[in-house]
């Protein structure tokens, strides 16, 4: 099948505005290889803070440093499926009911895209919950978006359990 031809002038006008604005939006947005050497390795060493500050909140059960990481409509998706909101995440933290005795991290990737901070990562992790011991190995993924007052805030995060040899879930 070939393609439709515009038929007419204001199509093939339309056509063209189209093309022009997505060109400009393409332009305009920055791009990894257009942020300086300095500025990527500047922004890779923030988030890398960040991501030891939100370990340092689970594990401490810091409320005040959680609230400040954590965007206003942060969504979060739970290794059981379940979705959590900024105000769950904190009211579970705040009650407890999911005790972190330690949280291993490695294989840690960050991607930068302008404004907004991919982070992919491993974590070991030692903890209970309400129907009891939840320690296991997972894969998470934390989106960090810079706000318009140029702070990093986390506005999504999914993890999902890896399966052992033999596990049948």
Known sequence: MGMRKASSPAAKDRCLA??????VMLAATPSLHAM?????????HEIEHLEDAWRSAVLKGNIAAMDALLADDYMAITPTGILQSKEQTLANLRS???????????????????????????????????????????RYTRVYVKDPRGVWRIVSFEASRIKQPGEHH
């Open 18 to 23: 189209i093309g022009f604005a997505i060109l």
């Open 36 to 44: 300086p050497r300095a500025e990527r390795h500047g922004t890779r």
């Open 96 to 138: 407890g009911t999911i005790h972190f005795n330690s949280i291993d991290l490695s294989d840690r990737k960050i991607r930068l895209y302008g404004t907004t901070a991919l982070v992919t990562s491993r974590a070991e992790v030692a903890a209970t919950g309400p129907d009891g011991d939840i320690s296991g190995s997972f």
